[in-house]
Antibody, heavy 121, light 107 residues
């Protein structure tokens, strides 16, 4: 059974760096895209960025200057760092792994449980 | 790339709900749709415009042409009440974009 377990600091002060990690259990996902998505309280989804198994990254242009997504394939983990946070970065952060070219309509999209991050002085 | 969804759609049980996602020439892109219920992570309900992941009822279907993609839910049930989001890949800047979301209310 595939599980994504995510963790990281939930309370930050302005200007600090947000750091979250997502561990993937239950299989090998070398063909998957590993991504981070966030959702501010009461608002919609915002795509942050993604990384492939080869290490190639894509980022939301509005966050690109502050975001780094990295992976540790040996541990089946990937991480998000967002620096210089402000109150506007307060959100529920999800990790996700997706095979965007699935051979079958099964078992190709998995989400973490979400981590609430609050930025407050 | 901006995706525009109506903030809300209301439908009676057993009727058909249509949720639109507007974007410039969105018909040339592949659209993915998500359902999110309160307190839960989103669930992919359609991918590549109209394909359904395993476990998604056939009542969920999709189309995409011109400047509008549409998620259609037939024979709506109370359990379909949720927020729905569309998403595309913006090749001009290599990133994925979500629409603002539509709250589906089952009357």
């Amino acid at each position: 059974q595939v599980q994504l377990q995510q963790w990281g600091a939930g309370l930050l002060k302005p200007s600090e760096t947000l750091s979250l990690t997502c561990a993937v259990y239950g299989g090998s996902f070398s063909d998957f895209y590993w991504s981070w998505i966030r959702q501010p309280p009461g608002k919609g989804l915002e795509w942050i960025g993604e990384i492939t198994h080869s290490g190639s990254t894509n980022y939301n242009p509005s966050l690109k200057s502050r975001v780094t997504i990295s992976e540790d394939t040996s541990k089946n983990q990937f991480s998000l760092k967002l620096n210089s946070v402000t109150a506007a970065d307060t959100a529920l952060y999800y990790c996700r792994i997706t095979d965007w070219y699935p051979a079958t309509p099964e078992n190709f999209d998995y989400w973490g449980q979400g981590t609430q991050v609050t930025v407050s002085s | 790339f901006v995706l525009t969804q109506p903030p809300s759609v209301s439908v009676a049980p057993g009727k058909t709900a249509r949720i639109t996602c507007g974007g410039n020439n969105i018909g040339t892109k592949s659209v993915h749709w998500y359902q999110q219920k309160p307190g839960q992570a989103p669930v992919l309900v359609l991918y590549y415009d109209s394909d359904r992941p395993s476990g998604i009822p056939e009542r969920f279907s999709g189309s995409n042409s011109g400047n509008t993609a549409t998620l259609t839910i037939s024979r709506v049930e109370a359990g379909d009440e949720a927020d729905y989001y569309c998403q595309v890949w913006d090749s001009s800047s290599d990133h994925r974009v979500f629409g603002g979301g539509t709250k589906l209310t089952v009357l």
